[in-house]
């Protein structure tokens, strides 16, 4: 059971927006501890998509965006293409565990 | 270029014993706190042990306390994972990646080894 809960999957036809959720508590996200999300392609190691709830790092499309309130926080991605479908992760710091968390992973698939 | 290069990574029987390295270059080590983070087949990712750039600080998961240590030689730009009492629950591709820092919200995990096998299995 991981910490952090997202869903395990999410669809959407190309061209479409989809968004994917992460549930915290009152000892990570909600105690206000930023969200980063990563992008896993099939086979191959993840990838940075979002840091600081908010931010992209140099490379990625503005298609991807990131937000943060209370406990939880959303990775949206707009103009759905082929080339999205991939595992997403969000992770955050825990408090109470001294820990980096993630949440379980979401598979996008483009319909 | 920033790159982490993982290795170490093989078959052991359970209750065995195994280190993995991760290698460092492009940026400087000692700035960075750096961490292992694992993917066992099929599964997520799941953090598994983080170390301050000074060395100083270190904090695992619960999931390896006690039986992983990681450490690390900013003379030599090395991340190491000690793994003793090995079961076939820690089978899994062993990411070795860095970050700015672990305990602040500034941990964001960029950019990531291309991972090291490791296999439990008698």
């Known amino acids: 059971q991981s910490v952090l809960t997202q869903p395990p999957s999410v669809s959407g036809a190309p061209g479409q927006r989809v968004t994917i959720s992460c549930t915290g508590s009152?000892?990570?996200?909600?105690?206000?501890?930023?969200v980063h999300w990563y992008q896993q392609l099939p086979g191959i190691a993840p990838k940075l998509l979002i840091y600081?709830?908010?931010n992209r790092p140099s490379g990625v499309p503005e298609r991807f965006s990131g937000s943060k309130s209370g406990t939880s926080a959303s990775l949206a991605i707009t103009g759905l293409q082929a080339e999205d479908e991939a595992d997403y992760y969000c992770?955050?710091?825990?408090?109470?565990?001294?820990?980096?968390?993630f949440g379980g992973g979401t598979k996008l698939t483009v319909l | 270029e920033v790159q982490l290069l993982d290795s170490g990574g093989d078959l052991v029987q359970p209750g065995g014993s195994l280190r993995l390295s991760c290698a460092a270059s492009?940026?400087?080590?000692?700035?960075?706190?750096m961490s292992w983070v694992r993917q066992a087949p099929g599964k997520g990712l799941e953090w598994v042990s983080g170390?301050?750039?000074?060395?100083?600080?270190?904090f695992y998961a619960d999931s390896v306390k006690g039986r992983f240590t990681i450490s690390r030689d900013n003379s030599k730009d090395m991340l190491y994972l000690q793994m003793n009492s090995l079961t076939a629950e820690d089978t899994a591709l062993y990411y070795c990646?860095?970050?700015?820092?672990?305990?602040?919200?500034?941990?964001?995990?960029?950019?990531w080894g291309q991972g090291t096998l490791v296999t439990v299995s008698s």
């Open positions: 990646t860095t970050a700015p820092t672990l305990t602040t919200s500034r941990n964001w995990l960029d950019p």
């Open positions: 492009g940026f400087t080590f000692s700035n960075y706190a």
């Open positions: 170390i301050s750039g000074s060395g100083t600080s270190a």
């Open positions: 009152s000892s990570n996200i909600g105690a206000g501890y930023d």
């Open positions: 600081g709830n908010d």
């Open positions: 992770q955050s710091y825990d408090s109470s565990l001294r820990a980096v968390v």
